[in-house]
């Protein structure tokens, strides 16, 4: 189970730290990523981590600004936005990845088997 939270409503150019706590799996055996999804948009990859916590990968669209972290200690994975723009708006996704002990970055939904709920994130210009 992913539970996600952190969202809200923030002007362009400002910060939000999203979380999503992981439970039922051990944690520090999977790859962890976000997606997101604007309306009338499809599901777009955001940010993956590996589940060793050495590699990252994000999207273009995001590059420079969203930045993603682990802390298996805490079963929790973090996508940290920065410089946020009202087209960063939308309902973002946590997701754990399906087994894979290669550390290799995931960017695909069909590579990923566990879904949270999704979080609002709405960046007023």
């Known amino acids: 189970q992913l539970q996600a939270s952190g969202g809200g409503l923030v002007q362009a150019g400002g910060s939000l730290k999203l979380s999503c706590t992981a439970s039922?799996?051990?944690?520090?055996?999977?790859?962890m990523g976000w997606f997101r999804q604007a309306p009338g948009k499809e599901r777009d990859f955001v940010a993956t981590?590996?589940?060793?916590?050495?590699?990252?990968s994000v999207a273009d669209s995001v590059k420079g600004r969203f930045t993603i972290s682990r802390d298996n200690a805490k079963n929790t994975v973090y996508l940290h936005m920065n410089s946020l723009k009202p087209e960063d708006t939308a309902v973002y996704y946590c997701?754990?990845?399906?087994?894979?002990?290669?550390?290799?970055?995931?960017?695909?939904?069909?590579?990923?088997?566990?879904w949270g709920q999704g979080t609002q994130v709405t960046v007023s210009s």
């Open positions: 981590i590996t589940w060793t916590g050495s590699t990252t």
């Open positions: 997701a754990q990845a399906k087994y894979d002990w290669r550390v290799r970055p995931k960017q695909k939904e069909d590579e990923y088997d566990y």
């Open positions: 039922g799996r051990t944690f520090s055996s999977y790859d």
